[in-house]
């Protein structure tokens, strides 16, 4: 019900925002002074009652329940009288209403509407705030009813991470000390993860290892109450709590009663005995709060369990170790189904029914223990083990027997331990995207502030997500270069139950039935045949992950989409957000239906027709839209779309857009890789008169007939541009667009927008584009900082990067094959000592060499070369270095002029998923010396058939606590057997393109799954699927097994592709 208030909540918030506004500019309208006022004064109140609600425990009644229905329908219903009526109330100045005298017979009867359920809610005593009266917040800290291995999980996939807290918690170590002088330091140990991955549990294990308790003479165990008071008698209670279980039996005469004589007995122990606390489940509050009472200079040792990284990063500063949980592999949960539900072995049947299970459950521990409780005692079918995964959520929800108890509780503390409504609609909103690929951090939060979830701009929105990430609740994928997540996901359990919560209280519908269809305000239609992924971009196709599952959930609106648009009821239709996977034209005859849609998502969408592209121009409230690969150009009616505030058109094949739809009002943010036409006489006045809002533009190509270099002067708003110039310096647009970069790199406070991003593509014609203008000597003579805080150049340049070593500024800074030695570089990199992160992509490095003093901020390093040839770095220099990038996919070995333990700080260390098995091992060990054990990352390049030489690279698999785990998961798929010829000349060799299935599913889109292929090579495979001729040559003789797994799928066209989420058994 929680969800369901919150929901309420979010609408009924940006409904009195929409009415603020009104209220204030609208009050020469004395029919509507009066009602609006109403309107905003009751629905402001029924908010507040309802945040009271939420924030505390307790079952609204039935009654209430009804009650918050009413009053959700009646806000959307005045949400949308006020998006019909009103074109853009985010506009400044006076706006024109509608038919202003149906306006105010509208908002006359929504306030009637309004009175009455008022009155209905007070005649049946519908109090949100009854439900609240108790308070959710305990006298006592400590969770008495859930202390050690009651609160705990059974132990799943967890024995090496065992091993490893033992041995850090044992042995002296932390920080750059060593020896006893390191053992007589405090040191704070934490274990961080999404709640249900095995925290406690593990603690639990490491608190009862007998290596452990011959260690330590005194050990507490102690959980924390999820919600407690923050007062002098909670601290009490949490350090009586701890004082008992050190002392044991003597507890019972000698613990004091006073906080000061508890801190002194706490202290005391600790100094004088080497004693072990846990403390389950922290909080940060609550660690501030203990903190000062654990003496620095003591062989004690802290254990904390918490599900926030910031939290575990906090207690373990400075000397201690963050211990990151990791999802089950695929083979770790099969192999405990094994044990505990499939004891008697699997038929194919039943080995169907595990996999699904596997893939239902995502690697998470909690909800394998429980689905495998659940089955026990049945009699077994591959059909019930289906559907017991496939109906998950509404197990949870009845919880017959209570086996989901305590999985449902933890998913839902997940979302109810957020701070605030606006933070939960936002983690409900995420669901809406399809689990089977990561989602963009910019999608999803542009996403989120066009529907109005987020009251604040771009900045407010990446905190949010920021937020959900530092909880665990949403996981980041590939990282950027400023260590930011550029793509994300939830857990695969979790996007299951918000989606099943959010579709229950009809925030997204997939249920298209009469009875609720004015209701749903997000919509997905996902109408692609099975096998088909088009361009999926960081996606992993039909081998996706829970893929599977994401069908299943949306496979019933394919045949209800013809009822959804039949009659006059489609005019109802009131969503807010449609997203399209497919065929448009399959799946929505009339986008004109959805005349209040502010977001309408298409960049998936295979077809896209003129007539659907008309329909799209009638939709005024348009915030955010995307486009796919069927659009090849846009006419200048899109400037009708006033309201539109991000336009990404990176998907689709345009290149030519008018200026029309640059000077649209609200247009923040415009992504593609377009050109932008000369304009001339009055209309290149009126623009440059004009007020322009856009603040990224990535980006747009800039020759000779470009209209780009002329106005980009004028863009007073932009903070992030990305120009791919294609000029040579004889045209006269070079020198303007030359003055123009250096005017953008130079803007300071003047401008009001702050930081800015620069990306610049430069061609063989275009070398010394950064130093034309410096004929000037605009950027010598000023040497300012500058607000530029982001650099990117790909391209070759003729001389040092003068013109960079003058952005003093510089946070962020990548060169890109700009065939410059390292002497060069140094040369102009020396000055910027704000420095954050540097990448670096270059044939070699060779001759590259970083001394102690050179970029003294630098936190992050990336440096990717052909040749497995890397720079010198000094043993001592960049000692805030937190994640060192080494990518080659030819590096054999460990780097003699880059050590691992040099730097103190770091975190991850990033290597080429193509490196052999012994190199990663050679890794592996190496940061097992290091006291902070940094996680070892395993990314893929990407290939870009548009380019010969590229320098980015993606998540394939990370190593956390030096353990393997796919990323995307790996998945189990259903087991095949095929057949395939070999050829004996010169060796034996498998033709991908001619495997015939034995048995199993037809292979046009079926995954299979590998457990017995022999390659003799990790690099092996990587060649053979990602060759053009999709073979594989291996000597004669018996091969070796391939020590990891990846997967290919097979279709009929014929071709293989290379993925992380199958495997193949091959029968030659």
């Known amino acids: 019900m929680e969800v369901a208030v919150a929901v309420v909540s979010a609408v009924t918030k940006s409904v009195v925002s929409k009415l603020t506004v009104m209220e204030k500019r609208y009050k020469e309208l004395k029919d509507l002074e009066g009602d609006i006022g109403f309107l905003h004064r009751e629905l402001a109140m029924i908010c507040g009652s309802m945040e009271v609600q939420i924030s505390h425990k307790g079952q609204p009644s039935a009654v209430e329940i009804l009650s918050m229905d009413e009053f959700r329908a009646l806000a959307h219903n005045i949400e949308d009288c006020l998006d019909r009526f009103l074109p853009c109330a985010a506009c400044e100045g006076e706006l024109q209403i509608r038919?202003?005298?149906?306006?105010?017979?509208?908002?006359?009867?929504?306030?009637?509407?309004?009175?009455?359920?008022?009155?209905?809610?007070?005649?049946?005593?519908?109090?949100?705030?009854?439900?609240?009266?108790?308070?959710?917040?305990?006298?006592?800290?400590?969770?008495?009813?859930?202390?050690?291995?009651?609160?705990?999980?059974?132990?799943?996939?967890?024995?090496?991470?065992?091993?490893?807290?033992?041995?850090?918690?044992?042995?002296?170590?932390?920080?750059?000390?060593?020896?006893?002088?390191?053992?007589?330091?405090?040191?704070?140990?934490?274990?961080?993860?999404?709640?249900?991955?095995?925290?406690?549990?593990?603690?639990?294990?490491?608190?009862?290892?007998?290596?452990?308790?011959?260690?330590?003479?005194?050990?507490?165990?102690?959980?924390?109450?999820?919600?407690?008071?923050?007062?002098?008698?909670?601290?009490?209670?949490?350090?009586?709590?701890?004082?008992?279980?050190?002392?044991?039996?003597?507890?019972?005469?000698?613990?004091?009663?006073?906080?000061?004589?508890?801190?002194?007995?706490?202290?005391?122990?600790?100094?004088?005995?080497?004693?072990?606390?846990?403390?389950?489940?922290?909080?940060?509050?609550?660690?501030?709060?203990?903190?000062?009472?654990?003496?620095?200079?003591?062989?004690?040792?802290?254990l904390v369990t918490t599900t926030v990284n910031s939290v575990a990063n906090a207690c373990s500063l400075p000397d201690g170790y963050v211990h990151s949980m990791r999802s089950l592999t695929p083979e770790q949960s099969k192999d405990y189904l094994d044990k505990k539900v499939f004891v008697n072995g699997c038929s194919p049947d039943l080995d169907k029914g595990s996999t699904a299970i596997v893939n239902g459950c995502d690697g998470h521990p909690l909800a394998l223990v429980s689905v495998a409780k659940a089955l026990q005692g049945h009699k077994l079918t591959g059909d019930l083990c289906e559907k017991m995964i496939h109906n998950l959520c509404f197990r949870m929800d009845e919880n017959e027997n209570g086996h989901f108890t305590k999985l449902a509780q933890v998913l839902m503390n997940n979302y109810s331990s957020l701070p605030g409504n606006s933070l939960k609609t936002c983690l409900l909103y995420s669901s809406a995207f399809p689990n089977d690929r990561p989602v963009s951090r910019k999608t999803l939060t542009s996403r989120w502030l066009a529907e109005g979830y987020i009251d604040g701009d771009q900045e407010i929105a990446n905190k949010k997500l920021d937020e959900l990430i530092d909880r665990n609740i949403i996981r980041p994928v590939d990282p950027s270069n400023n260590g930011k997540a550029k793509t994300c996901e939830p857990h695969g359990i979790m996007h299951q139950f918000m989606l099943h919560k959010s579709m229950a209280s009809n925030f997204i519908d997939t249920s298209f039935g009469a009875k609720n269809r004015s209701n749903f305000r997000h919509l997905i239609i996902d109408n692609r045949t099975n096998g088909t992924t088009g361009n999926m971009g960081h996606g992993t196709g039909p081998a996706g992950r829970g893929r599977d599952r994401q069908h299943n959930i949306f496979s019933s609106l394919k045949e209800k989409v013809d009822n959804l648009f039949s009659g006059s009821a489609s005019k109802q239709l009131r969503p807010r957000s449609l997203t399209v996977f497919g065929s448009v034209e399959e799946a929505v005859p009339d986008l004109t239906s959805f005349e209040l849609l502010r977001v309408l998502d298409l960049k998936e969408c295979s077809v896209l027709s003129e007539e659907h592209l008309g329909q799209i121009y009638k939709l005024l409230h348009l915030k955010y839209l995307t486009l796919g690969c069927s659009v090849s150009n846009v006419s200048v009616e899109m400037e009708r779309l006033h309201c539109l505030e991000t336009l990404d058109l990176r998907k689709t094949k345009i290149e030519t857009l008018p200026m029309e739809v640059i000077t649209l009002p609200h247009l923040a943010h415009l992504y593609g890789k377009i050109k932008l036409k000369k304009i001339s006489g009055k209309k290149l006045t009126g623009f440059l008169q004009g007020k322009t809002n856009l603040q990224t533009l990535a980006g747009v190509v800039v020759d000779s007939n470009s209209g780009f270099p002329e106005v980009m002067v004028h863009m007073k708003k932009l903070t992030k541009v990305k120009i791919w110039c294609e000029i040579p310096s004889t045209d006269s647009n070079y020198a303007v667009l030359s003055k123009a970069i250096h005017k953008f790199a130079q803007a300071g406070m003047a401008t009001a927008v702050g930081a800015r991003s620069l990306s610049l593509h430069l061609n063989d014609f275009s070398k010394g584009l950064l130093h034309h203008h410096q004929g000037d000597n605009t950027i010598a003579a000023s040497r300012k900082h500058g607000y530029l805080s982001s650099?990117?150049?790909?391209?070759?340049?003729?001389?040092?990067?003068?013109?960079?070593?003058?952005?003093?500024?510089?946070?962020?800074?990548?060169?890109?094959?700009?065939?410059?030695?390292?002497?060069?570089?140094?040369?102009?990199?020396?000055?910027?000592?704000?420095?954050?992160?540097?990448?670096?992509?270059?044939?070699?490095?060779?001759?590259?060499?970083?001394?102690?003093?050179?970029?003294?901020?630098?936190?992050?390093?990336?440096?990717?070369?052909?040749?497995?040839?890397?720079?010198?770095?000094?043993?001592?220099?960049?000692?805030?270095?937190?994640?060192?990038?080494?990518?080659?996919?030819?590096?054999?070995?460990?780097?003699?002029?880059?050590?691992?333990?040099?730097?103190?700080?770091?975190?991850?260390?990033?290597?080429?998923?193509?490196?052999?098995?012994?190199?990663?091992?050679?890794?592996?060990?190496?940061?097992?010396?290091?006291?902070?054990?940094?996680?070892?990352?395993?990314?893929?390049?990407?290939?870009?058939?548009?380019?010969?030489?590229?320098?980015?690279?993606?998540?394939?698999?990370?190593?956390?606590?030096?353990?393997?785990?796919?990323?995307?998961?790996?998945?189990?798929?259903?087991?095949?057997?095929?057949?395939?010829?070999?050829?004996?000349?010169?060796?034996?060799?498998?033709?991908?393109?001619?495997?015939?299935?034995?048995?199993?599913?037809?292979?046009?889109?079926?995954?299979?799954?590998?457990?017995?292929?022999?390659?003799?090579?990790?690099h092996s495979i990587h060649q053979t699927l990602s060759s053009p001729t999709y073979e594989y040559n291996w000597p004669t003789g018996e091969g070796l097994c391939l020590p990891h797994f990846y997967s290919c799928t097979i279709m009929k066209s014929p071709k293989a592709v290379l993925g992380l989420s199958c495997f193949l058994r091959i029968h030659l």
């Open 99 to 302: 038919d202003p005298r149906k306006f105010c017979h509208e908002i006359a009867r929504l306030k009637r509407e309004l009175d009455a359920a008022h009155e209905r809610k007070v005649r049946y005593n519908a109090d949100f705030c009854s439900a609240a009266a108790e308070s959710n917040l305990d006298d006592n800290p400590v969770d008495q009813e859930n202390p050690g291995a009651y609160g705990a999980s059974p132990a799943v996939g967890i024995e090496e991470a065992k091993q490893e807290l033992c041995k850090s918690l044992v042995d002296g170590g932390g920080g750059g000390g060593s020896g006893q002088a390191s053992r007589r330091k405090l040191k704070v140990v934490s274990v961080v993860g999404f709640g249900g991955s095995g925290k406690t549990a593990l603690a639990w294990e490491v608190y009862n290892c007998p290596q452990v308790a011959e260690q330590f003479s005194r050990r507490a165990w102690v959980t924390l109450a999820s919600k407690h008071k923050h007062d002098v008698a909670a601290k009490e209670a949490l350090l009586k709590a701890i004082l008992e279980g050190l002392l044991g039996d003597e507890a019972r005469e000698s613990v004091p009663l006073k906080l000061r004589q508890l801190q002194q007995h706490v202290s005391l122990l600790l100094r004088t005995k080497r004693c072990l606390i846990v403390l389950d489940n922290i909080k940060m509050e609550i660690w501030d709060t203990i903190k000062p009472i654990f003496p620095n200079e003591t062989e004690s040792r802290i």
């Open 791 to 1018: 650099l990117k150049l790909r391209g070759s340049l003729n001389q040092s990067p003068q013109f960079v070593m003058y952005l003093r500024g510089l946070k962020e800074l990548c060169l890109t094959y700009t065939n410059l030695k390292g002497a060069e570089l140094l040369a102009g990199l020396g000055n910027l000592k704000l420095l954050v992160c540097l990448k670096l992509v270059e044939v070699d490095l060779a001759d590259l060499d970083i001394k102690i003093g050179d970029f003294p901020s630098l936190q992050r390093l990336c440096l990717v070369v052909e040749k497995p040839r890397f720079p010198i770095i000094e043993h001592g220099a960049l000692p805030r270095l937190v994640s060192l990038q080494l990518l080659c996919k030819d590096l054999v070995g460990l780097c003699d002029d880059i050590k691992v333990e040099w730097f103190e700080a770091l975190e991850e260390v990033a290597l080429d998923s193509m490196l052999n098995q012994q190199t990663i091992q050679l890794w592996e060990n190496e940061v097992r010396k290091h006291p902070k054990r940094p996680r070892v990352i395993l990314l893929k390049k990407v290939v870009d058939p548009t380019k010969t030489m590229s320098g980015k690279y993606v998540a394939s698999r990370k190593v956390y606590n030096n353990c393997y785990t796919d990323t995307p998961q790996t998945r189990l798929q259903r087991s095949c057997q095929v057949t395939a010829p070999r050829v004996q000349s010169p060796a034996p060799r498998f033709l991908f393109d001619q495997v015939e299935v034995c048995s199993g599913p037809d292979v046009e889109d079926t995954e299979f799954t590998a457990l017995d292929v022999k390659l003799d090579s990790l």
